[in-house]
Structure formats: structure tokens, C-alpha cells
């Protein structure tokens, strides 16, 4: 009966059998080899390995150049160090504590002079270009500027320096590495690595404890007064907020791993550079993004974002909703020219029924079909 369909049944074979294969050699009757778990397990080793060796190679040269770059400049860094402790005839105490804080206050007014003077100025306009909210701080309100000014160096001052004394105090407890000697480059890297983790946990925890209702309301809304934020408002917060979220962080892992105070220096320098790009309302070529601090000061309690690298907010799940955004496709270090909503441009979404009108054709074709569409871009 299936003759009539184009099926002969009759012709129907049943395929050959498999050959048998042999467990520890892996062959089969003819000859052939066949895969075993053992020359599987050999060839992941193998792309393993080969992997490894590739990347140590690498860190080996790059550290290589680093190192040689570090250690031919070594003298000279050691001799302006030993310089700057002859000139200053500082103590150890006063070094810590007032270096500190100058070294700090300048770093955040220097680099923070420069993003005020363009959101006051909007020059050069070229860069208004990278900014994540246009139309936004252009220019940035006097008044409100001069509000947070005022905060921020009542934060560095009067909150700032009795802090810095403090830990002074613990850092002693904990024990100075020797003041003349600096650290090698190789120590000053495993350093970093382990203040960056330190900071990022203890910053993540702090500020998503700042968002419960009470503290919210209390203490940390003062920084969220403005949604679009702008460089110096990095610190402009509650004394409390800024002595537990701003202050505790960094400091964590310098006095886990008795720094030296040149590599407490470099490390709080890095992190308020950090903290005023995070802060700055501008995504710009060559630099760290800070699409997920802005889109949490733009949205307070729905994007969350609490942390600076985003880890520990991928490992919680509270940056789910600024995944599914535009913002998060441009989340990344733009290595062009090119402004990251230029790269990333927002998505047309269609918010209005189709309107579809059909229209009779007595020519070729029978009917045409029209569609419109009512196309608009969403904000931000």
C-alpha cells in the first residue's frame, strides 16, 4: 500500500552493526581510533595547559617591561621620597594625617575643577557630545553648585581630618611598614588587588544598607537630590554617610595589609578619580563607564546598581533591570571616538495601535497596503 505514496517498504534495511571498540585502546575492529574519556581528558589538559602557558608568558613579559620601567626609575622615585621626607621634616603622624588629606582634597579639586568647568562653561561644546543625560546640568545650576561645594568641604575638612587621625591610631595598632623604604612594584600590585575587592564588598554592603527606607530617608537622600549627577557631588552626602560609605571602604584593605603610606596615597588618589568619573554625567573615550551609577541616580529605587564594578550586584541579582535597559549595551569603555549613544543608539518602540488602510488598485495589483506607525524615542 505504500507503493502508491513513492515508499517501497521491501527496500528497507536495517543498518550495519557498530564495530566494537575496545575500552583501553580506543579501537575499533577496523583499525580505526575512536574517542575514549582518557583522550578526551588529554585534550582539554592540553588546550588547558597550553592556555595557561600562553597567559603566564604574557604577565612574565609584561610585568617584565613594567618592572624594568619601575625598577630603572626605582632610584629616582626612592631619592624624591627620601627628598620629600628631608624637605617636610614630617613625622610619621603628620604625614599620615595631613599629607593625607592634602594629597586627597587636591587630587578631588584638581580633576573635579575640570568636569565643573565644563558643566558650567559647556565648553569645549565637542564634549557635550559624551554626556549619558543631554540636556541635563546645561549649564549646572550656581546655586545648587555652591551648595554642594560647601558640603563637600565640610566633608573633607571637618569630617575628613579627625577620620584621618583615627586611622592613623588603628594603623599603629596594626603596625607601619618602614617609612623610608618603598614597597616593590610587584607588593604595590598585589596591594591594589586586594584594596579594589575590599572596597568594592564593603562599599556594595554599606550602600545598599543606605537604601533601606529609614536610612534612606534619613541620611542617604541628600545625595540622591540630584538625579543627574555631577562630578563633585561624589561626596556631597550626610557626615554619617560619608564616614561609613565614602571613608570605611578604601580603607579596608590598606590597613589589612599595613600599606606603606606611598601606596595608601596612590590607592585613594585611584579612588577618587573613580568616584568623581562614576559621578561625572560623562561617558568618555578611553575612560571607565558610569552608565550604572548614573542610571541609579536616575532611578533610586528601581535600577539599585549598589556597587562600583558590579560583581557583587550580578552575584545579588540587583542590577537585573539596568541589564535589560539600552544604558546597559553601553556600559562599557568606549575605545573610539565615537559617544556611546551614537554607538548605542535608543531603540524605536512603537506605542500606538497599527493603522492599516487598504486601498483598491484596478492597475496590476489588486490592493495596496499601507501601514503607519507612530514612532517615538524614549527619554534618556
Not at 554626556?131 to 550656581?142: A, S, Y
Request: with cysteine; aromatic share 14%; glycine share 6%.
Amino acid at each position: 500500500p505504500f507503493k502508491r505514496f513513492g515508499h517501497n517498504m521491501t527496500e528497507f534495511q536495517p543498518a550495519a552493526a557498530l564495530p566494537a571498540i575496545d575500552g583501553k585502546t580506543g579501537h575499533d575492529g577496523s583499525g580505526n581510533q575512536q574517542p575514549t574519556l582518557l583522550s578526551s581528558l588529554r585534550s582539554v589538559l592540553f588546550v588547558i595547559s597550553s592556555a595557561l602557558i600562553g597567559f603566564a608568558a604574557f604577565r612574565n613579559t609584561l610585568t617584565w617591561h613594567l618592572q624594568r620601567f619601575w625598577g630603572a626609575s626605582g632610584d629616582f622615585w626612592q631619592a624624591l621620597w627620601d627628598r620629600l621626607l628631608d624637605v617636610s621634616c614630617l613625622l610619621l603622624p603628620l604625614l599620615w594625617t595631613s599629607g593625607t588629606a592634602v594629597l586627597t582634597i587636591a587630587v578631588y579639586w584638581i580633576f573635579g575643577a575640570v568636569y565643573t568647568i565644563l558643566d558650567v562653561t559647556n565648553k569645549p561644546a565637542a564634549l557635550r557630545r559624551y554626556k549619558i543625560q543631554p540636556g541635563t546640568n546645561e549649564p549646572v545650576d550656581t546655586k545648587r553648585l555652591m551648595k554642594v561645594i560647601g558640603w563637600v568641604v565640610f566633608n573633607q575638612v571637618i569630617v575628613g581630618l579627625p577620620i584621618a587621625y583615627l586611622s592613623y591610631k588603628f594603623m599603629t595598632w596594626r603596625g607601619f611598614p618602614p617609612l623610608r623604604e618603598l614597597p616593590t612594584f610587584h607588593w604595590v600590585l598585589a596591594e591594589m588587588a586586594v584594596h579594589i575587592l575590599l572596597e568594592e564588598i564593603g562599599f556594595y554592603y554599606s550602600h545598599r544598607l543606605l537604601h533601606s527606607r529609614y536610612l534612606y530617608r534619613f541620611i542617604h537622600k541628600r545625595h540622591h537630590e540630584w538625579t543627574a549627577p555631577i562630578a563633585v557631588t561624589a561626596i556631597y552626602c550626610h557626615p554619617i554617610e560619608h564616614i561609613f560609605s565614602n571613608l570605611l571602604p578604601p580603607f579596608l584593605g590598606v590597613f589589612i595589609m599595613g600599606s606603606h603610606v606611598a601606596t595608601a596615597w596612590l590607592w585613594f588618589s585611584l579612588a577618587i578619580l573613580s568616584t568623581l568619573n562614576a559621578h561625572s554625567g560623562y561617558h568618555l573615550p578611553f575612560f571607565p563607564s558610569p552608565e550604572a551609577h548614573d542610571f541609579h541616580h536616575l532611578k533610586i529605587f528601581t535600577w539599585k546598581c549598589f556597587g562600583v564594578l558590579g560583581v557583587l550586584d550580578r552575584l545579588h541579582g540587583t542590577d537585573t533591570l539596568f541589564r535589560n535597559t539600552r544604558a546597559y549595551a553601553r556600559h562599557v569603555m568606549m575605545l573610539s571616538l565615537i559617544p556611546a549613544r551614537e554607538a548605542f543608539p535608543d531603540e524605536i518602540k512603537s506605542h500606538a495601535p497599527v493603522k492599516v488602510c487598504v486601498q483598491r488598485n484596478t492597475l496590476h495589483i489588486p490592493y495596496r497596503i499601507t501601514v503607519q506607525l507612530k514612532r517615538y524615542l524614549p527619554k534618556g
